[in-house]
């Protein structure tokens, strides 16, 4: 267990749906990263917060958008959905700020666009 | 940009050792590290390299070459529970890690 909690595990929703999926960092990590791992697929960068403030943006998808709240936890919102939007979404945290290169993943959240 | 390259697939035989090379082209380069993944579960953290040189972690090592932009993992000993995907991701000074697309290693009795 990393101590990084992902909610929810499986979500299975149609195309042009919204959806919001919820992590909560290891206790005391500042930065919250959001990586998409579609099947067979390398994990794809999506964005970085620390402290609250996004550090970092990779190709996210205009129609996905994220936060990091003053309690520390994030929420990835993806809109429009597409069949192509089926993918694990992992959730990760660090203490460092990532600057030690070692990330704690939390399960991953499983979405399917039907 | 960045992009990183390492082999997709790589097999071995239990207790011989195995290589996997990672190179890469980044800005901003700040380290290498590496990562496990089991079947879609939760990648976990292996190994990082934030100087040239190798780094040992049991059956595992790291090395780094920054002057050759290129690294490798170096597993010993292999055991049938190591079969798994295996990541090299490189980081830059904000915190950001891109990761490569991963090499499948299937370790045979």
């Known amino acids: 267990d990393s101590g990084v909690t992902q909610t929810p595990k499986h979500l299975i929703t149609a195309t042009g749906q919204r959806v919001t999926l919820r992590c909560s960092p290891r206790?005391?990590?500042?930065?919250v990263y959001w990586y998409q791992q579609s099947l067979d697929q390398g994990l794809q960068f999506l964005i970085q917060?620390?402290?609250?403030?996004?550090?970092a943006k990779g190709n996210i998808l205009e129609r996905f958008s994220a936060q990091q709240f003053p309690d520390l936890h994030s929420e990835l919102n993806l809109s429009s959905l597409e069949l192509g939007d089926s993918a694990l979404y992992f959730c990760?945290?660090?203490?460092?700020?990532?600057?030690?290169?070692?990330?704690?993943f939390g399960e991953g959240s499983r979405l399917t666009v039907l | 940009g960045q992009s990183l390259e390492q082999p997709s697939e790589v097999t071995a035989v239990e207790g011989a050792i195995v290589q996997i090379n990672c190179t890469y082209q980044?800005?901003?380069?700040?380290?290498l590290s590496w990562y496990q993944q089991h079947d879609g579960g939760a990648p976990t953290f292996l190994s990082y390299n934030g100087l040239d040189g190798l780094e040992e972690t049991g059956r595992f090592s790291s090395f780094l070459s920054r002057s050759d932009s290129y690294g490798y993992l170096l597993l010993q000993e292999l055991q049938m529970k190591d079969s798994a995907s295996y990541f090299c991701a490189v980081g830059n000074q904000g915190g950001k890690l891109i990761f490569g697309q991963g090499t499948e290693l299937s370790v045979k009795p």
């Open positions: 980044t800005s901003g380069f700040y380290g």
């Open positions: 917060y620390y402290n609250g403030e996004e550090r």
């Open positions: 990760a945290s660090s203490p460092s700020g990532g600057i030690t290169g070692e990330l704690f």
């Open positions: 206790s005391g990590d500042l930065s």
